[in-house]
């Protein structure tokens, strides 16, 4: 793909203006903007990915109504993104339906959040800034646009080094502020974490927890199969075992309860299970 003078001007204008104030507030906003005159993309943001913490949203551009604040609160435990990042395996660049579940696009977790915002086509530049953070920048085409294509990917690609140091650069000036009130976000992620990893053990087994946490991420029978060394078969006598017992008919069921379950207080006495805690309260 070769760039028109006047793109190339665009972009440069664009990346003289984030180098020209890279320590100010605005240096996302500006780099999304030039960004922008690049590649179309009807959405962009930049967040900060934490190993110990929930993530930040520096900027985003969902709509007024979409459910965008569920995903900084919770459902962020469930995002192929995130999950990449903590198995410290997310690419620098990546289109989300190279990295995401095969069933992902039919899970209850788009189906909650994705598809609330529209999106049809997302390709990320991730910038690496140690172990624990990523600052990650998602550029989105939603209904009624094109997805990004291999020339738009590969233009994405090719200037992405730039992308990585400005946003590097940035967080080194700018993250003490942003982190002035991370204690409250830490233990909240602590939190979360506990009640994903808890919810159901006194009900289920280890097995069948494993089980239900890969399908509520959009893993498919037969991937599912693939990565806990089983048979489709088994997978499929798990998830019915799981509604037995936890009284249910579909994994739509399973995952309100699993959203129920994330808002319950992060100071009240939950017990070891989040999930007989959320059921003893009903009862």
Same mark, same amino acid.
């Given at each position: 793909?070769?760039?028109? #003078?006047?793109?190339?001007?665009?972009?440069?204008?664009?990346?003289?203006?984030?180098?020209?104030?890279?320590?100010?507030?605005?240096?996302?906003?500006?780099?999304?903007?030039?960004?922008?005159?690049?590649?179309?993309? /009807?959405?962009?943001?930049?967040?900060?990915?934490?190993?110990?913490?929930?993530?930040?949203?520096?900027?985003?551009?969902?709509?007024?109504?979409?459910?965008?604040?569920?995903? #900084?609160?919770?459902?962020?435990?469930?995002?192929?993104?995130? /999950?990449?990042?903590?198995?410290?395996?997310?690419?620098?660049?990546?289109?989300?339906?190279?990295?995401?579940?095969?069933?992902?696009?039919?899970?209850?977790?788009?189906?909650?959040?994705?598809?609330?915002?529209?999106?049809?086509?997302?390709?990320?530049?991730?910038?690496?800034?140690?172990?624990?953070?990523?600052?990650?920048?998602?550029?989105?085409?939603?209904?009624?646009?094109?997805?990004?294509?291999?020339?738009?990917?590969?233009?994405?690609?090719?200037?992405?080094?730039?992308?990585?140091?400005?946003?590097?650069?940035?967080?080194?000036?700018?993250?003490?502020?942003?982190?002035?009130?991370?204690?409250?976000?830490?233990?909240?992620?602590?939190?979360?974490?506990?009640?994903?990893?808890?919810?159901?053990?006194?009900?289920?087994?280890?097995?069948?927890?494993?089980?239900?946490?890969?399908?509520?991420?959009?893993?498919?029978?037969?991937?599912?199969?693939?990565?806990?060394?089983?048979?489709?078969?088994?997978?499929?006598?798990?998830?019915?075992?799981?509604?037995?017992?936890?009284?249910?008919?579909?994994?739509?069921?399973?995952?309100?309860?699993?959203?129920?379950?994330?808002?319950?207080?992060?100071?009240?006495?939950?017990?070891?299970?989040? #999930?007989?805690?959320?059921?003893?309260?009903?009862?």
């Amino acid at each position: 793909m070769t760039l028109s #003078l006047d793109e190339l001007r665009a972009w440069s204008e664009g990346i003289a203006r984030v180098v020209e104030s890279i320590d100010d507030t605005q240096t996302p906003r500006r780099l999304c903007d030039a960004l922008g005159d690049l590649v179309r993309a /009807d959405r962009l943001g930049v967040f900060v990915l934490r190993r110990h913490s929930s993530p930040l949203a520096i900027l985003h551009d969902v709509p007024p109504g979409a459910d965008a604040n569920s995903y #900084l609160e919770s459902l962020y435990l469930l995002d192929p993104v995130y /999950d990449h990042f903590l198995r410290r395996t997310l690419p620098t660049c990546a289109l989300l339906h190279d990295i995401c579940p095969d069933d992902f696009f039919e899970s209850d977790y788009f189906l909650k959040y994705w598809s609330s915002v529209n999106i049809v086509s997302e390709f990320s530049i991730n910038a690496h800034y140690d172990d624990d953070t990523v600052l990650h920048v998602p550029l989105s085409r939603t209904a009624g646009s094109r997805p990004f294509s291999q020339d738009d990917m590969d233009l994405l690609t090719a200037i992405s080094p730039a992308v990585v140091a400005t946003m590097r650069r940035f967080w080194e000036a700018s993250r003490a502020g942003f982190e002035r009130d991370a204690s409250n976000a830490d233990s909240f992620h602590v939190h979360l974490r506990f009640v994903m990893d808890n919810f159901g053990c006194s009900i289920l087994t280890a097995r069948e927890m494993d089980v239900m946490q890969l399908t509520m991420r959009g893993y498919s029978d037969k991937l599912l199969a693939r990565e806990l060394g089983i048979t489709p078969g088994t997978v499929r006598n798990h998830k019915k075992s799981i509604f037995s017992k936890l009284q249910v008919s579909s994994q739509g069921q399973v995952f309100g309860l699993l959203l129920d379950a994330l808002q319950l207080p992060a100071d009240a006495a939950i017990g070891p299970d989040p #999930l007989a805690t959320l059921l003893e309260n009903r009862s």
